[in-house]
T-cell receptor, first 115, second 116 residues
Framework: AQTVTQSQPEMSVQEAETVTLSCTYD???????LFWYKQPPSRQMILVIR??????QNATENRFSVNFQKAAKSFSLKISDSQLGDAAMYFC????????????FGSGTRLQVQP | NAGVTQTPKFQVLKTGQSMTLQCAQD?????MSWYRQDPGMGLRLIHY???????DQGEVPNGYNVSRSTTEDFPLRLLSAAPSQTSVYFC???????????????FGPGTRLTVL
């Protein structure tokens, strides 16, 4: 079974600065996707970014980018030019494309943004 | 498109009562799933479906039933509610084949359930 580990329960960043959230995962599969989801106080789960395992190029979405290290099974999220609206819980998640097709989530990182 | 909708938003039950959480999507997604989120944890999969008439168990299926008679709807039934089922429930859907969003889960707004 796959596992996803987020070792930082809480992080804090100053507005306009850059922050990196860490995620590691364990799998024996070669075909999978990785995701970062944002959960603000409204509790809505919002897709931030997606990475396909077979792609070596790191995904980017505006101020959000990932550092995907497949051999190390590491998938960190970098938020540049942090904004107050970035404050939320961030979940790293793994999607298997060969086994049971479902998301396996980490325990989350709460990000605070200081003005 | 309304996306993924869930009803109700909040519900309080007494132990032993049964109820159905509704989930619908209008994106013609093949895959639908139910997750629960407990405090301090990520979401855990309860049941999922890869198409009408096909369902399977997830990580925490005990105490819950599902059925998928149409592509659009995927209700979750609590058979006899227990305090351990107090949680926030999320429904999600995704396309399974073709396009840039394959295998990407889109979530409903959630239902907060309290069992007394």
């Amino acid at each position: 079974a796959q596992t996803v580990t987020q070792s930082q329960p809480e992080m804090s960043v100053q507005e306009a600065e850059t922050v990196t959230l860490s995620c590691t995962y364990d799998t024996s599969e070669s075909d999978y996707y990785l995701f970062w989801y944002k959960q603000p106080p409204s509790r809505q789960m919002i897709l931030v970014i997606r990475q396909e395992a077979y792609k070596q190029q790191n995904a980017t979405e505006n101020r959000f980018s990932v550092n995907f290290q497949k051999a190390a099974k590491s998938f960190s999220l970098k938020i540049s030019d942090s904004q107050l609206g970035d404050a939320a819980m961030y979940f790293c998640a793994y999607w298997s494309r060969t086994g049971r097709r479902a998301l396996t989530f980490g325990s989350g990182t709460r990000l605070q943004v200081q003005p | 498109n309304a996306g993924v909708t869930q009803t109700p938003k909040f519900q309080v039950l007494k132990t032993g009562q049964s109820m159905t959480l509704q989930c619908a999507q209008d994106m013609n997604h093949e895959y639908m799933s139910w997750y629960r989120q407990d405090p301090g944890m990520g979401l855990r999969l309860i049941h999922y479906s890869v198409g009408a008439g096909i369902t399977d168990q997830g990580e925490v299926p005990n105490g819950y039933n599902v059925s998928r008679s149409t592509t659009e709807d995927f209700p979750l039934r609590l058979l006899s509610a227990a305090p351990s089922q107090t949680s926030v429930y999320f429904c999600a859907s995704s396309p399974l084949a073709g396009g840039p969003f394959t295998d990407t889960q889109y979530f409903g707004p959630g239902t907060r359930l309290t069992v007394l």
